[in-house]
């Protein structure tokens, strides 16, 4: 460890630590763009200047490695002139674009102004004219003008997916970011170029104006998508669930996530739920003593747990069948981030099967269950575009004349006439409390936002649903709750302002 | 003043047609010092090189026996680096260097390369000098012809391979981590300090880069011993120096002359001004060097401590005599178009400052500037001065400061004849 004092502040800090991370250690403001955790060090936008004792000149703290006994600070006057023109440096030639922006709301720009700027501006002649609204590939697009050209983009694609799309093009001011002519940004990871610019350069297509960010709140969560389960943050408001980051997680994903998981918020918007149960009250008459049971590795810890033991506790005879939607891909790694087993918890399952003695038989649809004429339950995989033959086997399932429970996240379309179906809405990973084991048996915590359909329940909710001897009150409370209510897509100017 | 004052340590034989090629070369004791050399022991030639004093002649003037000495003290691979890109406006030496002498450069090479135990290196050669890429090229397969480039030179059991890069025209791969990115393969633009390329520089070897004209200056500093080469020059500024003279004067050219020459005299070795005009200013060492005034040239001495004190620098020593036919507003417009142009745009201070800087001076010199606009090239010019990767924003401020600063007159007459519309409306708006 080395000992060091910024702006008064002493502290120790790991060998090999950059200046700059010590100032955020000891929680000193430093104004940066170009330096980012992730990525190796640009020292291009020459705003994380700072004083180190000893030193005449104004040295970058990205650059700088923390010495034992280093006095640094960036509280003069001389720091903080420097850094406003720094900050003028990179506005004189940005358009005016904010309020047709989609990064307005979170830019580093904006946000940096507040804190290091507020000057006047002495810029009065005409800015640099650059492209805007450049596609880059089919999933980002760049607005040249907006760009500060802080090189994080092309650092990401040159040493995190290793795909080197992007490069900086011309020199000077007429600099520009750019792909090469044949090759657009596509790899599985792209989008995260748009979380890393700090700025509106760089901005989804799947996102931009769909809504404002001050709109949106968000919840820290883990990514269903495979079995790394990446720590992620799930934006979202009244009207839904609307984009996914990536969160800090130094054990799983580090900063980043790859594009797909970034799409794995759709099911759980209300438009594509199951979102009331059907026949539910199948579920209180008493039923047959034999029970076949169909799930994948979708569900958290906590709802295994309480199926199994309720499954055990039953005097019933039980089936479980483990349904695996593509096994021979289950060990597949691009040695980044993404894994072939697209079930956020295999682990957890096999672990909690094993800790409750339940022998998981492999699922391969509904042949051999033709002599079979007890109950059936069927849980649905939340992720069903993972599933190839999720289809086929939910339209299978629908024909069987067995007494059936579906537990469903997507909707399921079935005969209202058939009375041995019934339909339980679940809940997603977006709305329950519980948790995954990752692939390497790391425990990820889920955190509940708010519900998207008020009659969804989890898997052990249900579960002691139907241990409970009131099922039916029970569903009908359930019918009556209603989904929490957020600040409305501009409600202060609807309301509070008037325009 | 007749041509006394030139002191042709290097250039002796520069009238000589035939000195290009290895014959002509040869006759005039040419590879006799690399013979010397080669029966001292490399860290000798370090300490000769180091005892005479010797500064780079590529424009930063850092003593060249010092920054060979930050090279690792072992036999770890490294690479000898020519700075050949000769991009500083008004420096013409390294090419009449190489279309004359390449000999000579190669002489130069192999010893410093010798020296500092680098197995190869590298003549980086600025895109537009065709003739010298071929010249120098020539002269490397001639070497390697005679034994002198290859395997055990000259039965030393020294082994040197050298070949010749060419630059695409970008003012910024002669600034030397620009250079070994360009050389790299990579787009030509400096990199950040720490690490420094004697520790890590070229694919990540340690690297030593230098001026043609300070590579060349190793052969008579082994020849005649660093004593001799002391005994010229000031003491801080030791030997000779070409000096390249441009702008009004009757004989603009390359002139050899020792370093503590007085700026007057050398302005009359060029044959002085042309007839009937006065002298106005003189950019002492390539317009990234702060221009100086008649009066300050009055006792101006060409050496590294005399600019240095005047606020001015030796720089590449080029030379830019101005006399009173020319606007200190067009020329800086000029200046200004020149770094703007040529900045590689990483750093936002130099990216945006020198676009900036031109847009300024160019409306004044269009008539559209203000008054005010004099005191923000100096708040802009101020501001990207120490404060990015590379010496090119200064090169763009120093200038800018030193002509409004010291013109600030004809600035201002400039401003008032030139928009005489546009400041009756800023007046009134006062
Ligand atoms: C923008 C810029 C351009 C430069 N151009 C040249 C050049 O064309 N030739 C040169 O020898 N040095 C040039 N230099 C200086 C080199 O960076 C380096 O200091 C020099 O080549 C070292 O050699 P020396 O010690 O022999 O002078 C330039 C520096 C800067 C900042
Ligand atoms: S990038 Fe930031 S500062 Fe620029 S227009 Fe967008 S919101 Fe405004
Ligand atoms: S597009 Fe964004 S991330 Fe890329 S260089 Fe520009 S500002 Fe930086
Ligand atoms: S100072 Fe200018 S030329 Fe030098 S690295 Fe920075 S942007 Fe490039
Ligand atoms: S954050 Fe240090 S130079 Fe950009």
Redesign the interface.
């Given at each position: 460890m080395l000992k060091c004092n910024i702006n008064g502040v002493d502290l120790e800090v790991p060998e090999g630590t950059k200046l700059i991370e010590a100032f955020l250690k000891a929680e000193q403001k430093i104004a940066h763009y170009c330096w980012h955790p992730g990525l190796s060090?640009?020292?291009?936008?020459?705003?994380c200047?700072c004083e180190i004792e000893g030193n005449p000149?104004?040295q970058i703290a990205c650059?700088t490695e923390v010495q034992e006994g280093m006095v640094a600070s960036n509280q003069s006057e001389k720091v903080k002139?420097?850094v406003r023109?720094?900050m003028d440096?990179?506005l004189?030639?940005h358009p005016l674009d904010c309020p047709i922006c989609d990064q307005a709301g979170e830019c580093g720009l904006q946000e940096q102004y507040m804190e290091y700027g507020q000057y006047t501006p002495?810029?009065a002649?005409?800015k640099?004219k650059k492209r805007k609204v450049v596609s880059l590939g089919s999933k980002v697009v760049l607005d040249s003008e907006r760009c500060?050209?802080c090189?994080r983009c092309v650092r990401f694609t040159d040493e995190v997916t290793k795909t080197h799309e992007l490069?900086?093009f011309?020199?000077?001011?007429?600099?520009e970011i750019g792909t090469f002519h044949d090759k657009p940004l596509e790899n599985k990871y792209a989008v995260n170029t748009v979380d890393i610019c700090p700025v509106g350069a760089l901005t989804s297509k799947e996102f931009r104006f769909k809504q404002r960010v001050w709109y949106l709140k968000d919840e820290k969560t883990v990514c269903p998508g495979c079995s790394t389960g990446c720590s992620v943050k799930v934006y979202h408001n009244q009207e839904g669930l609307f984009r996914v980051k990536p969160e800090y997680d130094a054990e799983v994903n580090e900063h980043w996530m790859c594009d797909e998981g970034r799409g794995v918020f759709d099911w759980v918007n209300r438009q594509n739920r199951q979102s009331y149960s059907v026949n539910a009250e199948n579920m209180e008459k008493p039923s047959s003593s034999e029970l076949k049971l169909i799930l994948t590795a979708q569900q958290t810890v906590e709802e295994y747990e309480s199926l199994f033991e309720y499954l055990k506790s039953s005097n019933k005879k039980v089936e479980v069948y483990y349904w695996k939607n593509n096994p021979d891909k289950f060990d597949d790694f691009d040695n980044l981030l993404i894994r072939g087993d697209k079930n956020p918890n295999t682990k957890g399952l096999l672990e909690t099967a094993v800790k409750h003695d339940i022998t998981l038989n492999p699922f391969s649809g509904f042949d051999g269950f033709e002599s079979f004429e007890g109950d059936i339950w069927f849980i649905l995989p939340e992720n069903k575009a993972v599933y190839p033959l999720y289809e086929q086997y939910v339209e299978k399932a629908l024909k069987l004349e067995n007494n059936l429970t579906i537990f469903a996240v997507p909707k399921v379309k079935v005969d209202k006439t058939k009375k041995n179906i019934s339909i339980l809405p679940l809940k997603t990973y977006f709305e329950k409390d519980g948790h995954f084991l990752n692939f390497n048996g790391l425990k990820r915590q889920l955190k509940p936002g708010p519900l998207q359909v008020s009659s969804a329940l989890a898997l052990n909710e249900w579960v002691s649903f139907v241990k409970s001897d009131d099922f039916g009150d029970q569903v009908d409370l359930l019918s009556k709750r209603k989904s929490e209510g957020f600040r409305k897509k501009n409600e202060m100017t609807q309301t509070g302002g008037g325009l | 003043m007749s041509k006394a004052i030139e002191s042709k340590l290097l250039t002796e034989y520069y009238d000589d047609p035939h000195y290009m090629s290895f014959e002509g070369y040869t006759k005039r004791k040419g590879y006799e010092v690399l013979k010397k050399a080669f029966k001292m022991k490399p860290e000798e030639i370090v300490a000769e090189v180091k005892a005479s004093g010797l500064r780079g002649r590529g424009g930063a003037g850092f003593p060249t026996g010092v920054k060979w000495g930050f090279l690792p003290k072992n036999d770890k691979k490294r690479f000898l680096l020519c700075n050949a890109d000769e991009g500083e406006p008004g420096t013409f030496k390294d090419r009449m260097m190489m279309e004359k002498a390449p000999h000579q450069l190669i002489e130069g090479m192999i010893i410093s390369a010798y020296a500092v135990n680098a197995h190869k290196s590298y003549i980086y050669i600025r895109g537009e000098y065709t003739d010298c890429l071929r010249i120098v090229k020539e002269a490397i397969d001639e070497a390697y012809a005679k034994g002198l480039l290859g395997k055990n030179i000259l039965g030393s059991g020294f082994d040197h391979d050298m070949d010749v890069y060419s630059g695409a025209g970008a003012y910024i791969c002669g600034e030397e981590t620009g250079m070994i990115s360009s050389l790299e393969g990579l787009k030509g633009q400096p990199k950040l300090k720490p690490p420094f390329p004697a520790i890590q520089g070229y694919l990540k070897f340690p690297t030593i880069v230098n001026n043609v004209e300070t590579l060349a200056a190793v052969i008579p500093i082994i020849e005649k011993g660093a004593d001799f080469y002391k005994s010229l020059g000031t003491e801080k500024s030791t030997g000779t120096k070409l000096f390249s003279v441009s702008g009004d004067v009757v004989q603009p050219g390359n002139y050899e002359v020792e370093l503590g020459t007085p700026l007057m005299d050398l302005i009359e070795l060029c044959g002085g001004l042309k007839p009937g005009r006065s002298l106005k200013a003189v950019i002492p060492g390539g317009s990234s060097a702060p221009v100086l005034t008649a009066d300050e040239c009055v006792d101006a001495t060409m050496d590294y401590e005399n600019l240095s004190a005047k606020g001015s620098m030796l720089g590449s020593g080029a030379v830019i005599v101005i006399d009173d036919s020319h606007s200190m507003v067009d020329l800086l417009t000029v200046i200004m178009h020149f770094y703007h142009h040529e900045s590689c745009g990483q750093c936002t201070p130099c990216r945006e400052g020198t676009g900036w800087l031109e847009k300024l001076v160019k409306g004044i010199l269009k008539g559209s500037g203000r008054v005010e606009d004099l005191d923000l090239i100096l708040r802009v010019a101020n501001n990207m001065k120490g404060r990015t990767i590379c010496a090119l924003s200064d090169a763009a401020a120093l200038p800018a400061l030193s002509f409004v600063e010291k013109f600030r007159l004809e600035f201002e007459q400039h401003i008032r004849t030139q928009s005489p519309v546009r400041e009756r409306e800023t007046t009134s708006h006062a």
């Amino acid at each position: 460890m080395l000992k060091c004092n910024i702006n008064g502040v002493d502290l120790e800090v790991p060998e090999g630590t950059k200046l700059i991370e010590a100032f955020l250690k000891a929680e000193q403001k430093i104004a940066h763009y170009c330096w980012h955790p992730g990525l190796s060090v640009a020292g291009v936008c020459r705003l994380c200047m700072c004083e180190i004792e000893g030193n005449p000149r104004l040295q970058i703290a990205c650059n700088t490695e923390v010495q034992e006994g280093m006095v640094a600070s960036n509280q003069s006057e001389k720091v903080k002139e420097t850094v406003r023109w720094g900050m003028d440096f990179h506005l004189i030639n940005h358009p005016l674009d904010c309020p047709i922006c989609d990064q307005a709301g979170e830019c580093g720009l904006q946000e940096q102004y507040m804190e290091y700027g507020q000057y006047t501006p002495s810029m009065a002649h005409a800015k640099v004219k650059k492209r805007k609204v450049v596609s880059l590939g089919s999933k980002v697009v760049l607005d040249s003008e907006r760009c500060i050209l802080c090189s994080r983009c092309v650092r990401f694609t040159d040493e995190v997916t290793k795909t080197h799309e992007l490069g900086i093009f011309n020199r000077g001011d007429k600099s520009e970011i750019g792909t090469f002519h044949d090759k657009p940004l596509e790899n599985k990871y792209a989008v995260n170029t748009v979380d890393i610019c700090p700025v509106g350069a760089l901005t989804s297509k799947e996102f931009r104006f769909k809504q404002r960010v001050w709109y949106l709140k968000d919840e820290k969560t883990v990514c269903p998508g495979c079995s790394t389960g990446c720590s992620v943050k799930v934006y979202h408001n009244q009207e839904g669930l609307f984009r996914v980051k990536p969160e800090y997680d130094a054990e799983v994903n580090e900063h980043w996530m790859c594009d797909e998981g970034r799409g794995v918020f759709d099911w759980v918007n209300r438009q594509n739920r199951q979102s009331y149960s059907v026949n539910a009250e199948n579920m209180e008459k008493p039923s047959s003593s034999e029970l076949k049971l169909i799930l994948t590795a979708q569900q958290t810890v906590e709802e295994y747990e309480s199926l199994f033991e309720y499954l055990k506790s039953s005097n019933k005879k039980v089936e479980v069948y483990y349904w695996k939607n593509n096994p021979d891909k289950f060990d597949d790694f691009d040695n980044l981030l993404i894994r072939g087993d697209k079930n956020p918890n295999t682990k957890g399952l096999l672990e909690t099967a094993v800790k409750h003695d339940i022998t998981l038989n492999p699922f391969s649809g509904f042949d051999g269950f033709e002599s079979f004429e007890g109950d059936i339950w069927f849980i649905l995989p939340e992720n069903k575009a993972v599933y190839p033959l999720y289809e086929q086997y939910v339209e299978k399932a629908l024909k069987l004349e067995n007494n059936l429970t579906i537990f469903a996240v997507p909707k399921v379309k079935v005969d209202k006439t058939k009375k041995n179906i019934s339909i339980l809405p679940l809940k997603t990973y977006f709305e329950k409390d519980g948790h995954f084991l990752n692939f390497n048996g790391l425990k990820r915590q889920l955190k509940p936002g708010p519900l998207q359909v008020s009659s969804a329940l989890a898997l052990n909710e249900w579960v002691s649903f139907v241990k409970s001897d009131d099922f039916g009150d029970q569903v009908d409370l359930l019918s009556k709750r209603k989904s929490e209510g957020f600040r409305k897509k501009n409600e202060m100017t609807q309301t509070g302002g008037g325009l | 003043m007749s041509k006394a004052i030139e002191s042709k340590l290097l250039t002796e034989y520069y009238d000589d047609p035939h000195y290009m090629s290895f014959e002509g070369y040869t006759k005039r004791k040419g590879y006799e010092v690399l013979k010397k050399a080669f029966k001292m022991k490399p860290e000798e030639i370090v300490a000769e090189v180091k005892a005479s004093g010797l500064r780079g002649r590529g424009g930063a003037g850092f003593p060249t026996g010092v920054k060979w000495g930050f090279l690792p003290k072992n036999d770890k691979k490294r690479f000898l680096l020519c700075n050949a890109d000769e991009g500083e406006p008004g420096t013409f030496k390294d090419r009449m260097m190489m279309e004359k002498a390449p000999h000579q450069l190669i002489e130069g090479m192999i010893i410093s390369a010798y020296a500092v135990n680098a197995h190869k290196s590298y003549i980086y050669i600025r895109g537009e000098y065709t003739d010298c890429l071929r010249i120098v090229k020539e002269a490397i397969d001639e070497a390697y012809a005679k034994g002198l480039l290859g395997k055990n030179i000259l039965g030393s059991g020294f082994d040197h391979d050298m070949d010749v890069y060419s630059g695409a025209g970008a003012y910024i791969c002669g600034e030397e981590t620009g250079m070994i990115s360009s050389l790299e393969g990579l787009k030509g633009q400096p990199k950040l300090k720490p690490p420094f390329p004697a520790i890590q520089g070229y694919l990540k070897f340690p690297t030593i880069v230098n001026n043609v004209e300070t590579l060349a200056a190793v052969i008579p500093i082994i020849e005649k011993g660093a004593d001799f080469y002391k005994s010229l020059g000031t003491e801080k500024s030791t030997g000779t120096k070409l000096f390249s003279v441009s702008g009004d004067v009757v004989q603009p050219g390359n002139y050899e002359v020792e370093l503590g020459t007085p700026l007057m005299d050398l302005i009359e070795l060029c044959g002085g001004l042309k007839p009937g005009r006065s002298l106005k200013a003189v950019i002492p060492g390539g317009s990234s060097a702060p221009v100086l005034t008649a009066d300050e040239c009055v006792d101006a001495t060409m050496d590294y401590e005399n600019l240095s004190a005047k606020g001015s620098m030796l720089g590449s020593g080029a030379v830019i005599v101005i006399d009173d036919s020319h606007s200190m507003v067009d020329l800086l417009t000029v200046i200004m178009h020149f770094y703007h142009h040529e900045s590689c745009g990483q750093c936002t201070p130099c990216r945006e400052g020198t676009g900036w800087l031109e847009k300024l001076v160019k409306g004044i010199l269009k008539g559209s500037g203000r008054v005010e606009d004099l005191d923000l090239i100096l708040r802009v010019a101020n501001n990207m001065k120490g404060r990015t990767i590379c010496a090119l924003s200064d090169a763009a401020a120093l200038p800018a400061l030193s002509f409004v600063e010291k013109f600030r007159l004809e600035f201002e007459q400039h401003i008032r004849t030139q928009s005489p519309v546009r400041e009756r409306e800023t007046t009134s708006h006062a």
